[in-house]
């Protein structure tokens, strides 16, 4: 038996998540349909965490075991050749047997993309929020560093979430814009890509952070109000949850012994 790491980037669009679903439309549907097709071996694998419907990955970890002998730098091309176009398998690697793709993750980075040009770009549609409206960029910045550090993210997670504790740890936040396809003299925007890692995240949180800051954004909040956001520990008090399309798993880390 061998325990093998892999790392998938999906375009999430058409798609129900990455955990599989009894309709059988998901990302670990797919991969475990291609795993089968190839072995023979009906297996379950283990990932780093989940997305929601329409959200995508840049690599995203999972593990699996396998009794196959396929030498290592053959599964990537055998697996992308019985797979959808819009899900690529781009690494593959033998890792120790106590190796877990979920608990073994230290810190996770999500990307959250908004265009905020006039128009939207029909190339990119289904990775970025259009957003034409004006926005106050520093006042945003402002806000997410309110989420710095250890907090209860009660607020800034879904009704629905079944988690013990809301306590998670956000190490690094920021915003970088892109105006490589802004309109010359015109209030164009740009592309703004949100960078926020940590140590997990809940359902919805991210999308629900931007959605909030959104609204700083536009004037509807005060960028100092996210403190009292985090303080109430009521998703009543946050603002609305952002398009999922917008959302990509930009990066997964692991302490060096787990690589």
Not at 156 to 177: C, G, L, N, P, Q
Not at 235 to 255: F, I
Request: aromatic fraction near 10%.
């Amino acid at each position: 038996m061998r325990n093998l790491l892999m790392r998938v980037h999906y375009d999430g669009t058409h798609y129900d998540g990455f955990q599989t679903q009894p309709q059988g439309n998901t990302i670990q549907d797919r991969l475990e349909q291609a795993i089968y097709l190839l072995t023979g071996e009906t297996i379950k694998i283990t990932a780093s965490g989940r997305t929601d419907a329409g959200v995508h990955a840049y690599g995203q970890p999972f593990n699996f075991m396998t009794s196959s002998k396929i030498p290592l730098e053959r599964w990537c091309l055998a697996l992308n050749a019985r797979l959808p176009e819009d899900i690529v398998v781009t690494e593959a690697k033998e890792v120790p047997f106590s190796f877990h793709s979920r608990r073994g993750a230290k810190r996770k980075t999500y990307r959250y993309t908004i265009n905020g040009n006039r128009f939207p770009d029909p190339f990119q549609r289904r990775w970025q929020h259009h957003h034409p409206v004006k926005l106050d960029l520093e006042a945003m910045e402002q806000g997410l560093k309110f989420l710095l550090g250890t907090h209860d993210f009660t607020s800034f997670a879904s009704r629905h979430s079944t988690k013990a504790s809301h306590v998670r740890t956000i190490y690094d936040v920021h915003m970088e814009v892109d105006r490589m396809f802004s309109r010359p003299n015109s209030a164009d925007l740009g592309i703004i890509h949100t960078y926020i890692t940590g140590s997990g995240f809940l359902q919805h949180m991210v999308r629900i952070i931007m959605g909030t800051m959104i609204w700083v954004g536009e004037g509807k909040y005060a960028p100092e109000h996210v403190a009292a956001i985090l303080a109430a520990c009521d998703r009543g008090a946050a603002g609305p949850t952002a398009v999922a399309k917008g959302l990509a798993l930009w990066s997964v880390e692991y302490e060096d012994e787990d690589r």
